[in-house]
């Protein structure tokens, strides 16, 4: 099976911009969650979408959402960048069922300026 | 709310000493407990986990894993450590009922000594 992809891989982005990002899980999977990392806070979850419904939902602002598609595909979306938004945001499949493995992209790399 | 904790952001490990990675967690149940492997410029890679049953659990590339719940642990080890190991190492917990939420600990960066 394919694994996890997230485009693109890098992004270079303003203040005030917004961004979208892309995650296409595993075959089969039906939960995408996203997860930020950054070295002051480390990884921290954002949101989990399954089967086109959020299910669970982390303590970011309102300028952090996503949406899940029917083929399970996954976006997210910042709005109006900070400098503080710049991290390693990572996407990851799972069944959504018990005993919840999660696999993980290889990120997607977001710098603001 | 979960949480874990991961001591020493810095292990320094010579080649072909034991690897221990200390994990403790904070759960009112026991949760489901994962070691997660991460290097450079790439995503997070499980390396194994513990869900029910047999405490002591075997992952990929020679570590392994005990579940000690008098102790709130779930410490990973490797016997023997190969310049291959160097990579950062995360431990995660999620609760064991409807919830696919991970919390992570701050992550173990791993150096390994020739």
């Known amino acids: 099976k394919a694994g996890v992809t997230q485009t693109p891989r890098y992004l270079i982005k303003t203040r005030g911009q917004q961004v979208t990002l892309s995650c296409s899980p595993i075959s089969g999977h039906r939960s995408v969650s996203w997860y930020q990392q950054t070295p002051g806070q480390g990884l921290q979850f954002l949101f989990e979408y399954f089967s086109e419904t959020q299910r669970n939902k982390g303590n970011f602002p309102g300028r952090f959402s996503g949406r899940q598609f029917s083929n399970s595909r996954s976006e997210m979306n910042v709005s109006t960048l900070e400098l503080g938004d710049s991290a390693l945001y990572l996407c990851a499949s799972s069944t959504g069922q018990i005993p919840y493995e999660q696999y993980f992209g290889p990120g997607t790399r977001l710098t603001v300026t | 709310a979960q949480s874990v904790t991961q001591l020493g952001s810095h292990v320094s490990v010579s080649e072909g000493a034991l690897v221990l990675l200390r994990c403790n967690y904070s759960?009112?149940?026991?949760?489901?407990l994962f070691w997660y492997v991460q290097y450079p410029n790439q995503g997070l890679q499980l390396l194994l986990k513990?869900?029910?049953?047999?405490?002591l659990v075997k992952g990929i590339n020679g570590f392994e894993a005990e579940f000690k719940k008098s102790e709130t642990s779930f410490h990973l080890t490797k016997p023997s450590a190969h310049m291959s190991d160097a990579a950062e190492y995360f431990c995660?917990?999620?609760?064991?009922?409807?919830?696919?939420?991970?919390?992570f600990g701050k992550g173990n960066q791993v150096v390994v000594i020739p």
């Open positions: 759960s009112s149940v026991p949760p489901y």
């Open positions: 995660a917990v999620t609760p064991p009922y409807g919830n696919n939420r991970l919390a």
């Open positions: 513990y869900t029910t049953g047999a405490t």
